[in-house]
């Protein structure tokens, strides 16, 4: 026999490891659940094309399509939109199940984010113009370096800015600014664009998750870019955020540390 405070504090700690089990059986059936999900929706985007290739396909065999230059050239260019597509999504994938693979194993560097907005803005320039969208940049000439890595910093930025491009409309504007602070460096991605609704902010670094999915397809989006970032900024040890208004813009903040001295 156990005296009575004994048996109190045994009692305790049988109830705190049913709590402990429950919840690990509880996240077990949530991961499984994003796994079921994941691959029904990696299915899905991959039939939806598949699909109109086969019609067009077949059209192009069965019907008079290949008699008209004109209808076959545009059929084929339907289909060669559909193969880019299935190629950025598997292309995607690939990067998403790398960086997993990854995880832990990075090793971080010291890296200046001037030279990598550099890079990243040469790439988008013409984009930016097609669109008569305005660039600034917001840095003062004394920042430090980050811990970092260049490769990761340069995929961030570069998808951050897509985005921006993709949810500006022609005339805005895209400010990319760096801030000092005591042992941190933040870079935004600031647009002046279509905004995100406070409940999609919460949902948008999910794999597939899309405010507008039509509209995401149009402009070459898979719903899997902002996924990538976040395990990219994490991988190296980072934070990411977003601030957004609908109809007034959004700022994506990156935070990373500065090497120790
Ligand atoms: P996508 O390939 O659809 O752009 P992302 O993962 O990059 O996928 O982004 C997820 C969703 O977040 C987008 O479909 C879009 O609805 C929203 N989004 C991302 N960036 C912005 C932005 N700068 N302005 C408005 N909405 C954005």
Same mark, same amino acid.
């Given at each position: 026999?156990? @005296?009575?405070? *004994?048996? +109190?504090?045994?009692?305790?700690? &049988?109830?705190?490891?049913? *709590? ?55 059929? =084929?260019? &339907? ?6 597509? &299935? ?27 001037? @030279? ?43 998808? =951050? ?7 500006? @409309?022609? +005339?805005?504007?895209?400010?990319? +600014? ?61 934070? &990411? ?17 500065? @090497?120790?001295?």
């Amino acid at each position: 026999h156990l @005296p009575k405070n *004994e048996l +109190g504090t045994l009692g305790k700690a &049988i109830n705190r490891l049913a *709590e402990a089990v429950q919840a690990n059986i509880s996240k077990r059936e949530k991961m499984e659940q994003i796994r079921r999900e994941f691959s029904s929706n990696v299915s899905h985007e991959l039939k939806t094309p598949l699909t109109s290739i086969k019609g067009y396909v077949e059209t192009l065999i069965e019907g008079g399509a290949l008699d008209s230059k004109d209808d076959a050239k545009r059929f =084929l260019k &339907i289909i060669e939109a559909n193969i880019e597509r &299935i190629t950025s999504l598997v292309t995607d994938l690939l990067r998403l199940s790398t960086i997993e693979a990854n995880q832990g194993l990075i090793s971080l560097e010291s890296v200046d984010w001037k @030279p990598v907005i550099s890079e990243v803005l040469m790439r988008q320039e013409i984009n930016l113009k097609k669109k008569s969208i305005r660039f600034n940049l917001n840095a003062p000439d004394s920042i430090s370096k980050v811990m970092g890595s260049r490769k990761a910093m340069t995929h961030i930025l570069d998808n =951050l800015l897509q985005n921006a491009l993709n949810y500006t @409309p022609e +005339g805005g504007s895209i400010t990319v +600014g760096l801030t000092q602070k005591t042992s941190q460096v933040v870079l935004t991605v600031e647009d002046t664009g279509i905004g995100i609704s406070k409940r999609d902010q919460s949902r948008i670094f999910e794999r597939f998750y899309r405010v507008d999915s039509a509209r995401s397809r149009d402009d070459g989006g898979t719903g899997l870019g902002l996924a990538i970032v976040k395990h990219l900024v994490i991988q190296i040890q980072g934070t &990411i955020n977003v601030q957004s208004e609908l109809n007034k813009g959004s700022i994506f903040t990156v935070t990373l540390p500065t @090497p120790q001295t």
